[in-house]
């Protein structure tokens, strides 16, 4: 077993015990990934509509990488 | 779709009020009013400035959508924009001489076919240029994950032969949390054995041999999204197996305490200095 083999069952455990019937998919995160970013400048909590954005994060390794790199992208862009 | 040259490439950054350099600059042609303050949905957007490179976000849709010059010199100014963004994104830790510059130009390319693409739906509810960096990325990491998993399909796969949940070796008893660990794999193993059907299985266990997704869809004959709902519904009778066998929360995280996985947090920060 491979260190990335490990990791994915600790990713896919930890993902199975955070699984909500509420979840939204990979490209509802997408559409809402900009406004939830955004929203980081911001003192007001958060709506519950980006926090479904969180949870996506949480459970899907893929998008997980994707905010990683889109706020690296967006963080460069500000400074 | 608009070339870069290398002087042009990757041009000084600007504010996200759009002061700074000019790259990204919106043309004096066109019609739109820069100093609009809406998005493309009319709500007020202080807390997001919505300009960047003069533009406001309704006018980064029209001129998408006008065609001809205003729709060439939009794509133009844009294509600057997504190649800062993903260098800085996906070559952050590296120096600029290491950063790929064909693989940057490839991405931006094919982003830009995507939002053109996806324009309507473009909510309005962020910055235009935040949502078309996120596009971008989604297509990026997209290209990249398919190139690596380009040797490991499912389709490819001898007859007969189907993927097998990893054979973990015995856990040191003096490894923090090996005895949760062992009870959560062994949990996990049998949970997706016994617990799930037939697909479901192939669908965690190709998450698990760590396949891309569009490449696991495509092999099965499903869109991605229907891939997600599928790995969902396992998720969720997996997670009802799980909880019968004793595995908690409290459980997975002393199990892979020691591991850097799967826990990401981008909670919102405290309020930006001004």
Redo the contacts between chains.
């Keep these: 077993?491979t260190d990335?083999?490990?990791?994915?069952?600790?990713?896919?455990?930890?993902?199975?015990?955070?699984?909500r019937?509420d979840?939204i998919?990979?490209?509802e995160w997408?559409?809402?990934?900009?406004?939830?970013?955004?929203?980081?400048?911001?003192?007001d909590p958060?709506p519950p509509e980006l926090q479904l954005v969180?949870n996506h994060?949480?459970?899907?390794?893929?998008c997980?990488?994707?905010?990683?790199?889109?706020?690296?992208?967006?963080d460069?862009?500000?400074? | 779709l608009p070339q870069r040259s290398e002087t042009e490439r990757d041009g000084p950054?600007?504010?996200?009020r759009g002061e700074g350099p000019s790259d990204g600059t919106h043309s004096e042609r066109a019609p739109c009013d820069p100093e609009a303050t809406t998005t493309t949905a009319g709500q007020p957007s202080a807390?997001?400035p919505p300009l960047l490179g003069n533009r406001t976000d309704a006018c980064w849709v029209a001129d998408l959508r006008a065609g001809g010059r205003r729709t060439s010199d939009a794509l133009a100014d844009l294509s600057g924009i997504l190649r800062?963004?993903?260098a800085?994104?996906?070559f952050?830790d590296r120096p600029r001489a290491e950063r790929d510059e064909n693989e940057i130009d490839d991405h931006v390319q094919e982003a830009l076919l995507r939002i053109l693409d996806r324009l309507d739906?473009y909510?309005g509810?962020?910055?235009f240029t935040?949502?078309a960096?996120?596009?971008a990325?989604?297509v990026?990491?997209t290209r990249r994950?398919s190139a690596q998993g380009r040797d490991r399909t499912w389709s490819q796969l001898a007859p007969g032969e189907t993927l097998q949940f990893?054979?973990?070796?015995a856990v040191a008893d003096e490894v923090e949390g090996a005895e949760e660990r062992r009870h959560?794999?062994e949990a996990?193993r049998r949970s997706i054995a016994e617990g799930l059907t037939e697909r479901q299985r192939h669908v965690?266990l190709a998450?698990?041999?760590?396949l891309p997704?569009d490449r696991v869809a495509a092999d099965l004959g499903i869109s991605?999204?229907a891939l997600?709902?599928a790995g969902?519904d396992a998720?969720?009778r997996?997670?009802d197996e799980?909880v019968a066998r004793g595995?908690?929360?409290h459980t997975?995280h002393e199990?892979?305490a020691t591991?850097e996985?799967?826990?990401?947090?981008?909670?919102?920060?405290?309020?930006?200095e001004p």
Excluded: Q
């Design positions: 077993v990335s083999d490990l990791e994915r069952i600790a990713a896919l455990a930890k993902a199975t015990l955070a699984t019937p979840e998919d990979c490209e997408l559409a809402r990934v900009a406004a939830y970013l955004e929203h980081r400048g911001s003192a958060l969180a994060v949480e459970i899907c390794p893929a997980r990488a994707e905010l990683d790199v889109l706020a690296a992208a967006l460069a862009e500000r400074t | 950054s600007r504010s996200p807390a997001t800062r963004g993903l800085r994104g996906l952050r739906s909510r509810d962020a910055r935040t949502w960096i996120a596009v990325v989604r990026a990491l994950r990893p054979t973990l070796p959560v794999v996990l965690v998450e698990l041999a760590g997704k991605t999204n997600y709902k969902h998720r969720v997996l997670r799980l595995v908690t929360a997975v199990a892979f591991l996985t799967a826990s990401y947090s981008h909670a919102p920060a405290t309020k930006e």
